[in-house]
């Protein structure tokens, strides 16, 4: 063999290793977390129920939540109608029994989600214009005036129940709801709750020792302690609002009767007194609301359009508030036929409205929708429980009264924990898009702030008897503006869905979230629908197909 000449036995170079992985920004800072449809903490969703004890407790629960914007309402609108307590407590039945109704035909037959129906704060524009427009008017007594005003109210609810009657089974709205994405969503929910803040700290600052300790109360009992005391996790996690209340209400009639509030001015009294109300020595032991029960409804052209203005409101506010609903009882986003159905139903329930006699109509409750994040109860059953404790407490005046009798600065306080909730869960939407996008940024942002900025605007500039801004020689023209745009869902909406839609809609369907979104825009795209929406009893064999 010739040999090489090279020397073969030397030690080979060692191996170079090869260059770090480059990691993504902050990937290597913590754990990130997948989208996820549904809130794994909840511990009751829609379909599932807890044991009856505690389903009764819960519905009663949702039955106080409620009843503080009916007492708002009513308290407000009466007195300027002309209204004595009596008839303030009488209101205040309907309302309740008016609330029981919807909420038990929305339950079972329209969005199927579990959510309270409750007075709208929407029609507080045109029913303030109605009473203007009878305030220079003479009339026997001021009851009569009183009744006068209800019966045009009851007038305008009738005609402007069929817009949402006729936009819910035509299919209009749903049309309309296909429009959206979760980049519109994520906007309107947070102004369904964050639109809501004057019912917050405001109305809790004008009694302060008692809603500053309501809310400081329940943010303890309700997240450390029940952390703390873990035998009563579960208790306070669920019945930590009702234990709150308790205590201080009766803080509150401790200070009413030691004579606290003998001496100071008559807002602060309305605020803070517990028997201030006069509702339960004015309601009747037994009463049932009934049609027509203040005279035959009046008709009047004028005070229909401002109407019809705060109907397209709460068709608005209702859809923001059941996309909520669902994220917060483990169902999917309602599809839009659910959508059109249910606001169809709710026109059908302004209608009853208007029959009965009720001082507003009625949209999705925020603050019950927050009650089942705060609970972490999303059981449909439940809602459906507490309308027992509404027609109890609506014809058995005197025990609705004692209730009623709570402070509203305890409801103020409530209000800032449940609508915080709702917010959040708006954000929460923003996890099906592409957060670094600058285009979902600039239509999120701009929605979300003329969402709050406009109608903050319109209701500052409102005078304390009810003329808005917008001032033409046609009143009717104006009561519709100044509602539309006196609501932070609809202009969150209108906002949202027009920037959204125009703005490269095409190139951006990926960062959009249509992607995740669209199987849920109908009836068989996702498998889920069917099982949270379908109707009880089979009832869909026996209606016609172009009503579901």
């Avoid at 903050?456 to 801004?469: E, K, L, M, R, S």
Wanted: with cysteine.
């Amino acid at each position: 063999m010739v040999e090489t000449g090279h020397n073969h036995n030397h030690t080979p170079p060692p191996p170079t290793a090869p260059p770090p992985a480059r990691l993504p920004l902050g990937a290597a800072r913590g754990p990130s977390w997948t989208p996820t449809e549904q809130l794994h903490q909840l511990q009751y969703c829609i379909h599932s129920n807890p044991s009856w004890p505690e389903t009764f407790l819960l519905a009663f629960q949702h039955y106080i939540v409620m009843l503080g914007s009916i007492v708002l309402i009513a308290s407000t609108l009466v007195p300027r109608m002309g209204g004595d307590h009596g008839d303030k407590a009488r209101v205040i039945q309907t309302l309740l029994f008016m609330s029981a109704i919807n909420t038990l035909l929305q339950t079972f037959f329209g969005s199927r989600l579990p959510t309270v129906m409750n007075p709208s704060f929407a029609y507080m524009l045109p029913v303030s214009s109605i009473i203007n427009d009878y305030s220079n008017r003479t009339f026997k007594s001021e009851h009569e005036r009183f009744e006068v005003t209800m019966r045009t109210i009851q007038g305008s609810l009738i005609v402007s129940s069929f817009i949402n009657i006729f936009i819910g089974y035509s299919r209009a709205w749903g049309s309309c709801t296909k429009r959206f994405s979760p980049i519109v969503i994520v906007p309107v929910v947070c102004v369904v709750g964050l639109g809501l803040f004057a019912r917050g700290f405001p109305l809790l600052a004008n009694c302060v020792e008692l809603g500053l300790p309501m809310l400081i109360l329940l943010v303890i009992t309700q997240q450390y302690l029940r952390r703390i005391i873990h035998r009563a996790h579960a208790i306070l996690e669920r019945y930590g609002l009702l234990l709150c209340v308790g205590i201080v209400w009766s803080f509150a009639a401790i200070l009413t009767e030691a004579g606290t509030y003998n001496n100071v001015g008559e807002q602060t009294k309305q605020s803070c007194r517990t028997d201030h109300s006069y509702l339960i020595t004015s309601a009747p032991w037994i009463r049932i609301s009934y049609p027509f029960q203040w005279g035959a409804p009046i008709f009047r052209a004028s005070h229909v359009f401002g109407m019809m203005g705060a109907a397209i409101v709460t068709t608005a506010e209702t859809t923001g508030t059941l996309f909520a609903a669902a994220r917060l009882s483990g169902a999917t986003p309602p599809p839009a036929h659910v959508l059109s159905s249910s606001i169809g139903l709710q026109g059908i329930g302004m209608l009853l409205e208007g029959i009965f006699g009720a001082a507003v109509g009625t949209t999705a409750s925020v603050e019950n929708v927050g009650l089942l994040g705060l609970t972490h109860i999303g059981s449909r059953r439940v809602v459906q429980i507490s309308t027992a404790f509404m027609f109890f407490f609506s014809i058995f005046g005197k025990f609705g009264a004692f209730f009623a009798s709570i402070p509203l600065p305890i409801f103020a306080a409530i209000y800032c924990v449940l609508f915080g909730i709702v917010a959040a869960v708006g954000i929460s939407f923003m996890q099906f898009v592409n957060n670094n996008s600058l285009r979902n940024m600039y239509v999120v942002g701009l929605s979300l702030f003329l969402g709050i900025s406009i109608p903050q605007y319109f209701i500052t500039t409102t005078t304390a008897d009810g003329v808005g801004p917008v001032r033409t020689d046609g009143i009717w023209f104006d009561d519709w503006l100044n509602t539309i745009f006196s609501s932070s869902p609809t202009v969150a909406i209108i906002v949202g869905t027009l920037l959204d839609n125009t703005l490269d809609a095409k190139s951006s369907v990926n960062d959009r979230g249509l992607g995740w979104w669209k199987p849920f825009q109908h009836r068989n795209g996702d498998v889920r629908n069917e099982e949270f929406y379908s109707l009880p009893l089979r009832i869909r064999e026996y209606l016609p197909s172009r009503f579901l």
